[in-house]
C-alpha cells in the first residue's frame, strides 16, 4: 500500500481515521505517531505468506507496550533481548512458551529469568554461555531448551551483516559441532538453530537462499551432534523500503520458494517448530515522527527547516543514514516544489534528519512528518540530548487516539 493511502483520508492527513488536528489538539510536536491498523495488516501478511511459521516480534524495534499488545491480541510471539523486554511481553499478554530470548551477553540473572518464565528458548552464541545455561537449569531443577546461533558463511549483500566474517554473535559454522558438542548436558537441552544472517532485506533471492541454507545446515548440525531437531529459528531481516524509489519486499516470491524448500526437506524437519522474527517489517510503516517547523532559512543557496524535534527525537536518519520519507502533514496534498534540509534544534551540524528533502515550500508552523518511523526511533534516539524533553508517543486505533507514552519535560 503506497504511502500516501495509509495516512490520507479527502486529501489531508489521517492515521486510522484520526485527523491531523484531533491529534494536534491532543499532543503538541514532536511526538511519534503509529497506526494500529498498518501493524495488523503487516503481521496479517506474514501470516497469510508463511502459515507453517511462527512470528516471533522483535522487541526492540518498538518496545511500548501498547504496540506490542496489537501484536500479541493477534498471537504474535516475541523475541527479546533483556529482562525488561521479557517482562513487556509477559505484560502484553504474550506466552511465555513462544518467547525467544537472545542477545551475546546474557548475564546470569538474564538467563535465570528466562527460565523462571519458562520461555520457549534461549539462544546461545557461545559454549560458555550454553555451559551458563546449563548450571542455571540444573540450580532451578528446571529443563531449558536452547537453540544455536550459527555464524554462517553467507555473505548477505545487505548495510548490516550479521554473519560471514569474525563475529560477537553465534557459534562459527565451522567450529560449533565441535565447540556445542563438547559441553555436556544434563538440565539444558539443544532444541535447534538460530541465524540470523541480515537486517533490512528487499532481496528476496537472497531471503530465499537464506531459508535453504539454514534448513541444510540445521540438518546436517542435528546429524553432527545426534540431537532431535524440534525447531529452527531463521532470524529476520524483512525490509521495508524506506527510500522513496525502494522496492516492496516481494513475500509472494519467498514464501512459495519457502513451500517447496520445505517439501524437500520434510524428511528432517517433520516435527520441527519454524520461527521467524520480524520487527523493523511488522511496525516500521506504522509510525510518524511528527515534528513542528520553527524557523525557516537560506543559506549560501540552501534552504533549512528548523524544527522543535531532530536527532534527539530522532536519530536514526543520522546515524544509520536512512531517508526516510518525509511530507508536509498539514499540507500533505500540496505538490513538492522546494529543496529543504530538514533539521533539528540541536547545536551540532550532524543533525539533519531530512538532507534534501522535496517539498511544497515550508513555513513556521507547518509540521514536519517522517514516515516509516515505527521502528527504531523513539528508544534508538539521543532523547536526552540538550534536556529537551522527550517525545509523546501515540497510538490511534479505529478512529480512536491515545496518548501511550507521555512526554518527558515538554512544557
Request: glycine share 10%.
Amino acid at each position: 500500500m503506497a504511502l500516501e493511502e495509509r495516512f490520507t483520508r479527502d486529501g489531508g492527513f489521517s492515521a486510522d481515521g484520526v485527523r491531523l488536528a484531533d491529534i494536534l489538539a491532543v499532543q503538541a510536536t514532536p511526538f511519534y505517531l503509529y497506526a494500529a491498523s498498518v501493524i495488523r495488516e503487516k503481521y496479517r501478511r506474514l501470516k497469510q505468506h508463511f502459515p507453517g511459521f511462527d512470528v516471533c516480534y522483535s522487541l526492540k524495534a518498538n518496545p511500548n507496550l501498547e504496540v506490542v499488545r496489537v501484536l500479541a491480541a493477534l498471537g504474535a510471539g516475541a523475541e527479546v533481548s533483556s529482562r525488561a523486554e521479557l517482562r513487556t511481553a509477559l505484560a502484553a499478554g504474550i506466552s511465555p512458551g513462544n518467547i525467544v530470548f537472545v542477545g551475546p551477553a546474557k548475564t546470569t540473572p538474564d538467563i535465570e529469568a528466562a527460565i523462571d518464565a519458562g520461555v520457549h528458548a534461549l539462544v546461545v552464541d557461545s559454549a560458555d554461555e550454553l555451559e551458563q545455561v546449563e548450571n542455571a537449569a540444573r540450580q532451578r531443577g528446571r529443563p531449558m531448551s536452547t537453540l544455536l546461533r550459527i555464524n554462517t558463511m553467507e555473505q548477505p549483500a545487505a548495510q548490516e551483516k550479521m554473519v560471514g566474517g569474525p563475529s560477537k554473535f553465534g557459534f562459527d559454522e565451522e567450529t560449533v559441532a565441535r565447540d556445542a558438542g563438547g559441553v555436556k548436558l544434563n538440565h539444558a537441552q539443544v532444541a535447534g538453530i538460530q541465524v540470523y544472517s541480515a537486517s533490512q532485506s528487499l532481496d528476496a533471492g537472497f531471503i530465499i537462499n537464506h531459508i535453504e541454507y539454514v534448513l541444510s545446515l540445521a540438518e546436517r548440525l542435528s546429524r553432527r551432534l545426534g540431537l532431535k531437531l524440534t525447531c529452527i529459528d531463521f532470524g529476520g531481516g524483512f525490509g521495508v523500503p524506506y527510500n522513496e524509489a525502494d522496492p516492496e519486499l516481494d513475500l509472494a516470491a519467498i514464501a512459495q520458494a519457502t513451500d517447496r524448500l520445505l517439501d524437500r526437506h520434510k524428511p528432517g524437519i517433520s516435527d520441527c517448530r519454524l520461527l521467524f522474527e520480524s520487527g523493523r517489517y511488522v511496525v516500521a510503516e506504522s509510525g510518524v515522527f511528527a515534528t513542528q517547523v520553527v524557523r525557516v532559512k537560506e543559506s549560501r543557496g540552501r534552504m533549512f527547516a528548523i524544527c522543535d524535534g531532530g536527532m534527539n527525537g530522532f536519530s536514526r536518519p543520522v546515524f544509520m543514514r536512512i531517508s526516510h520519507p518525509v511530507r508536509l502533514l498539514n499540507r500533505i496534498a500540496e505538490p513538492a516544489s522546494t529543496e529543504v534540509d530538514v533539521c533539528g534544534p540541536i547545536c551540532t551540524p550532524l543533525d539533519c534528519i531530512g538532507r534534501a528533502a522535496r517539498l511544497p515550500r515550508p513555513e513556521p508552523g507547518d509540521i514536519v512528518g517522517f514516515l516509516n518511523a515505527g521502528a527504531y526511533g523513539y528508544t534508538m534516539s539521543l532523547l536526552d540530548f540538550m534536556s529537551l524533553g522527550r517525545p509523546a508517543e501515540l497510538m490511534a486505533d479505529s478512529g480512536q487516539l491515545r496518548v501511550i507514552r507521555e512526554p518527558v519535560g515538554q512544557t
